[in-house]
């Protein structure tokens, strides 16, 4: 879902990298395999100890970064657009693409419609939703505009409301629920530095600010920022003002250990081809059983009775090789444990950003608290809150260091960077992002 604009702005620095670094990217060929002649890994034998302790291990998470073929000399930290297939996946895509594409109509017709019920209750499984509650999507995106645009809730003289984090795609769906009804959009400001307590209280002074509030945007963890709003204690802040919540979930399923029971929401646009690394065009739509009335049928979709959330996403043909990938990644996800993913996701971060936090120059924009952080950490340094100095510092790091970055627009303060690490990534990967940015920095 995030981040389509990277591929019209990849341009800005990729192109002034270097001569060495270009003959590099030309010449050098993927990194090798770490498998057998057979395409088996080994098993990754993952220590039974705390994820805490896990997150730090070295030697373990080299293992899993040998089940990642990725592109040398280019250091990826913008893990955030999409999740890399580990090589497992990637082999498991490649499969189906040739089922599929081999058996043609009759597996379509036969054998898949089976096949992506087995897939939904498996998605449904992981995420804590009744099969019933969830349909498949192409990506949160899809999922999100249509739970917005056929939101019924709202009518003229009420309001939807969203902040100026949430995902840009998103806040025009919104103002679209506005024209086509007649409510006034309310936005609000997500407080710069952020804690758990003036959050809520921002949250629970605009709901009051706001009395004909219908419908609340909420973005679990944020594109721009990496921010984790505490999303249970806010819907509960507007379900008792008889607000509808509508959650974008796009970055959190597979980067942290949650359920949908500890988000308690009504609508959830979620993808599954970030953080668990399903083939790009992977996501999921979920309606609370309860709420399943509030979201008009697609485009008076008759396919599905309207007692059934499928009549609320039509997407036509699905690709079949992408939603029968998708069991794959969730076991290879499995192997590893999202507690421990999530422990050395953020440890990653830490990293890189305890070294920089103190730094004359430097803003981090993301709270160190763990419970509103993971992978994601954006920073911008002092003055430099337009989208021409942020474009500047992308491109100095990739062809100065190698570290592939990206920035971030539509904050109120202002534009940022942002750094997003892996599974693929090291210690040493977060070391010289703490590097360039001090390098940067003190040029002034």
Same mark, same amino acid.
């Given at each position: 879902?995030? +981040?389509?604009?990277?591929?019209?702005?990849?341009?800005?620095?990729?192109?002034?990298?270097?001569?060495?670094?270009?003959?590099?990217?030309?010449?050098?060929?993927?990194?090798?395999?770490?498998?057998?002649?057979?395409?088996?890994?080994?098993?990754?034998?993952?220590?039974?100890?705390?994820?805490?302790?896990?997150?730090?291990?070295?030697?373990?998470?080299?293992?899993?970064?040998?089940? #990642? /073929?990725?592109?040398?000399?280019?250091?990826?930290?913008?893990?955030?657009?999409?999740?890399?297939?580990?090589?497992?996946?990637?082999?498991?895509?490649?499969?189906?693409?040739?089922?599929?594409?081999?058996?043609?109509?009759?597996?379509?017709?036969?054998?898949?419609?089976?096949?992506?019920? %087995?897939?939904?209750?498996?998605?449904?499984?992981?995420?804590?939703?009744?099969?019933?509650?969830?349909?498949?999507?192409?990506?949160?995106?899809?999922?999100? /505009?249509?739970?917005?645009?056929?939101?019924?809730?709202?009518?003229?003289?009420?309001?939807?409301?969203?902040?100026?984090?949430?995902?840009?795609?998103? @806040?025009?769906?919104?103002?679209?629920?506005? /024209?086509?009804?007649?409510?006034?959009?309310?936005?609000?400001?997500?407080?710069?530095?952020?804690?758990?307590?003036?959050?809520?209280?921002?949250?629970?002074?605009?709901?009051?600010?706001?009395?004909?509030?219908?419908?609340?945007?909420?973005?679990?963890?944020?594109?721009?920022?990496?921010?984790?709003?505490?999303?249970?204690?806010?819907?509960?802040?507007?379900?008792?003002?008889?607000?509808?919540?509508?959650? +974008?979930? %796009?970055?959190?399923?597979? @980067?942290?250990?949650?359920?949908?029971?500890?988000?308690?929401?009504?609508?959830?646009?979620?993808?599954?081809?970030?953080?668990?690394?399903?083939?790009?065009?992977?996501?999921?739509? #979920?309606?609370?059983?309860?709420?399943?009335?509030?979201?008009?049928?697609?485009?008076?979709?008759?396919?599905?009775?309207?007692?059934?959330?499928?009549?609320?996403?039509?997407?036509?043909?699905?690709?079949?090789?992408?939603?029968?990938?998708?069991?794959?990644?969730?076991?290879? @996800?499995?192997?590893?444990?999202?507690?421990?993913?999530?422990?050395?996701?953020?440890?990653?971060?830490?990293?890189?950003?305890?070294?920089?936090?103190?730094?004359?120059?430097?803003?981090?924009?993301?709270?160190?608290?763990?419970?509103?952080?993971?992978?994601?950490?954006?920073?911008?340094?002092?003055?430099?809150?337009?989208?021409?100095?942020? @474009?500047?510092?992308?491109?100095?790091?990739?062809?100065?260091?190698?570290?592939?970055?990206?920035?971030?627009?539509?904050?109120?303060?202002?534009?940022?960077?942002?750094?997003?690490?892996?599974?693929?990534?090291?210690?040493?990967?977060?070391?010289?992002?703490?590097? %360039?940015?001090?390098?940067?920095?003190?040029?002034?």
């Amino acid at each position: 879902m995030k +981040d389509a604009a990277l591929l019209s702005a990849a341009s800005v620095g990729a192109g002034a990298l270097n001569a060495r670094s270009a003959s590099a990217l030309s010449a050098s060929a993927l990194s090798a395999p770490a498998h057998d002649a057979h395409g088996e890994f080994p098993p990754l034998d993952r220590p039974d100890v705390s994820p805490e302790v896990l997150a730090s291990d070295e030697a373990f998470w080299k293992r899993v970064a040998a089940r #990642y /073929q990725v592109k040398p000399a280019v250091t990826n930290m913008e893990a955030g657009f999409f999740g890399m297939m580990s090589m497992p996946v990637l082999a498991a895509y490649h499969r189906h693409i040739d089922v599929a594409n081999r058996d043609s109509s009759f597996f379509a017709r036969r054998e898949y419609p089976a096949l992506i019920t %087995a897939v939904r209750e498996k998605v449904a499984a992981f995420v804590g939703a009744k099969p019933t509650e969830l349909v498949l999507s192409r990506g949160a995106t899809e999922a999100l /505009q249509a739970l917005i645009t056929q939101y019924n809730g709202a009518k003229s003289g009420d309001t939807v409301m969203y902040a100026d984090l949430d995902y840009n795609a998103m @806040q025009w769906a919104m103002n679209s629920l506005a /024209q086509q009804t007649g409510a006034t959009v309310a936005k609000i400001e997500i407080p710069e530095p952020a804690t758990r307590e003036n959050i809520l209280a921002m949250y629970d002074a605009a709901l009051k600010a706001n009395p004909r509030t219908k419908l609340l945007l909420l973005t679990h963890c944020n594109n721009k920022t990496g921010l984790i709003l505490p999303v249970k204690e806010i819907a509960a802040l507007a379900h008792a003002r008889n607000v509808d919540v509508v959650v +974008d979930a %796009a970055h959190s399923f597979g @980067q942290l250990s949650l359920s949908l029971a500890d988000m308690d929401c009504d609508f959830v646009g979620l993808n599954l081809h970030k953080w668990i690394g399903a083939p790009v065009g992977a996501g999921a739509m #979920y309606i609370r059983e309860s709420k399943l009335d509030k979201i008009d049928r697609m485009h008076a979709d008759e396919s599905a009775p309207i007692s059934s959330i499928d009549s609320r996403l039509h997407t036509g043909t699905s690709n079949f090789a992408i939603v029968m990938t998708i069991p794959d990644a969730l076991d290879f @996800q499995a192997t590893i444990g999202v507690q421990n993913k999530s422990a050395r996701l953020r440890y990653l971060r830490d990293r890189w950003v305890k070294a920089v936090r103190t730094v004359p120059g430097v803003d981090v924009l993301t709270p160190d608290d763990p419970a509103l952080v993971c992978a994601i950490s954006s920073f911008r340094l002092h003055g430099r809150n337009t989208r021409e100095p942020n @474009q500047a510092i992308t491109k100095a790091l990739l062809d100065e260091f190698g570290l592939f970055t990206f920035w971030r627009t539509g904050l109120a303060k202002g534009d940022c960077v942002r750094v997003t690490p892996a599974l693929y990534n090291s210690v040493a990967d977060a070391d010289k992002m703490a590097r %360039a940015i001090k390098t940067i920095a003190a040029r002034g």
